[in-house]
């Protein structure tokens, strides 16, 4: 990230504050991350000041050789050695503006703090001007993002390799993560999902001792990280298929009717339509396929967006949704069927809306 320029543009666009705080707790606030592009170190209790031109990171002295190294050229650096120093770097900094926060997360006594020692003539939430500038994404989140994928999708390329009967859920998770490791995950995006047979109707089963057995569901459910962007990918296998049994034929219709859900659910991606519509493209076919025998089967939204949370901000793809689907914006796509004491299949990939439609990123 070589410049913060255009994200500061797209907030302050969308707000009247004169100046906007972001702080870290001894968590990150993950839009921290969007302004500075920071993806290493901890920054713990460290204060973004961001105005129309550029931003101020005030750190503590551990993380000061970092953030000098790694910022954008328009965020001035200012080492603190302790909490107190901290605050007494913004002290009266807001006298007589209006101070812009990320309501949705600075904690209460945090807030009244920054109010007493900062001393704005008002504060106001800005969480969605924030959220506005961030869930569409420019080119090089994009390509981040795309890295992340490819990382999951190569660990994909290889994790059947490690299917053998008797692995726990828990085994062939740790075996994911290490490919994924392996192929340059900072970690993954979220603790990886692994499902064998009637597991695989609860879609986010906690993977446990259950043993694979042949003829049965393997549903895995992974995302890796990378330079801070994540990445959201669900691949339904049957191993070891006994290919005259009455229930692969079940087991392999599931599949094909989740498979031909996402194909037409992508083909309604497109900027300008209604967040609703792939959700309903999804949902209906799934509802009418094989007389009927799904309906009411896909139990969750179709997809969310995707960034620097695996679950970003911005409307997803759900029912009854009005928002507008954007170009730039990344979202998953993954329908799923789920019959409790049998299996469930999920398909998921992550798009990109282009102006010519969704593409898998």
Not at 113 to 127: A, F, L, N, S, Y
Not at 249 to 278: D, F, H, W
Request: proline share 4%; with cysteine.
């Amino acid at each position: 990230m070589k410049s913060i320029a255009s994200r500061l543009e797209k907030i302050f666009k969308n707000t009247a504050a004169d100046c906007i705080l972001i702080t870290n707790t001894t968590v990150e606030d993950s839009y921290f991350k969007y302004l500075t592009g920071l993806y290493e170190g901890g920054f713990e209790n460290s204060i973004l000041v961001a105005e129309r031109k550029g931003a101020q990171l005030i750190t503590t002295v551990l993380e000061y050789d970092v953030a000098k190294r790694a910022c954008p050229k328009e965020i001035k650096v200012v080492a603190a050695p302790s909490r107190e120093k901290t605050m007494g770097a913004i002290r009266g900094r807001f006298a007589g503006k209006t101070l812009g926060i990320n309501g949705a997360f600075l904690p209460y006594n945090l807030y009244n703090k920054i109010k007493e020692v900062g001393t704005p003539k008002r504060i106001v939430d800005v969480g969605a001007a924030l959220a506005s500038a961030r869930q569409i994404k420019d080119w090089p989140e994009i390509e981040l993002i795309g890295i992340a994928n490819n990382i999951v999708k190569k660990a994909f390329s290889k994790i059947t390799e490690k299917f053998h009967e008797g692995i726990t859920e828990k085994g062939l998770a740790k075996e994911f993560d290490a490919m994924m490791a392996e192929f340059g995950a900072e970690a993954p995006s979220f603790p990886t999902i692994v499902c064998f047979g009637k597991n695989a109707a609860v879609p986010h089963h906690v993977p446990g001792n259950t043993k694979l057995e042949s003829n049965s569901f393997v549903l895995i459910d992974a995302g890796a990280r990378y330079m801070g962007y994540c990445s959201d990918v669900t691949r339904t296998y049957i191993f070891k298929p006994a290919k005259k049994s009455q229930k692969y034929r079940r087991m392999l219709a599931m599949y094909n009717t989740v498979k031909e859900a996402q194909a037409l659910a992508l083909k309604s991606i497109k900027p300008g339509v209604m967040c609703e519509v792939p959700y309903n493209s999804a949902k209906s076919y799934i509802d009418r396929a094989h007389g009927g025998i799904y309906k009411g089967k896909f139990i969750h939204g179709l997809g969310h967006q995707i960034g620097i949370d695996v679950h970003d901000v911005g409307p997803n793809l759900t029912a009854n949704s009005k928002e507008k689907i954007e170009e730039n914006m990344v979202f998953s796509n993954e329908p799923g069927i789920y019959i409790s004491g049998f299996g469930g299949v999920r398909i998921e990939d992550d798009v990109l809306v282009t102006k010519g439609g969704g593409r898998y990123i």
